[in-house]
């Protein structure tokens, strides 16, 4: 298993996608294996807040590693854009 500072080192932070939300004052982020979920904020910083604690959800809902291990990849690239970009 990959230690926290190793899927930092590893993540991808340019796989987390900002486009506009469905207002001026929003702002939409999914990461691009997983587009189906999709977080909003009047930010990007807060809409990948959102998005991480949405895959956080997901990987403590998950009933089976192969569930759970896509969304951790896709989390620890979210948190490396936030810890990135903001």
Same mark, same amino acid.
């Given at each position: 298993? !990959?230690? /926290?500072?190793?899927?930092?080192?590893?993540?991808? *932070?340019?796989?987390? #996608? &900002?486009? @506009?939300? %469905?207002? @001026?004052?929003? &702002? !939409? &982020?999914?990461?691009?294996? #997983? *587009?189906? $979920?999709?977080?909003?904020?009047?930010?990007?910083?807060? %809409? /990948?807040? =959102? $998005?991480? !604690?949405?895959? %956080?959800?997901? #990987?403590?809902?998950? &009933?089976?590693?192969?569930?759970?291990? *896509?969304? !951790?990849?896709?989390?620890? =690239?979210? =948190?490396?854009? #936030?810890?990135? =970009?903001?």
């Amino acid at each position: 298993m !990959q230690s /926290a500072a190793g899927a930092r080192m590893a993540a991808d *932070p340019s796989l987390v #996608i &900002v486009t @506009a939300g %469905a207002t @001026a004052q929003l &702002v !939409q &982020v999914h990461h691009h294996g #997983i *587009p189906e $979920l999709q977080s909003h904020g009047e930010s990007p910083e807060s %809409a /990948a807040v =959102n $998005l991480a !604690q949405d895959m %956080a959800r997901e #990987i403590d809902g998950a &009933v089976e590693d192969l569930h759970r291990e *896509p969304f !951790q990849r896709a989390l620890d =690239n979210v =948190n490396a854009s #936030i810890e990135k =970009n903001y």
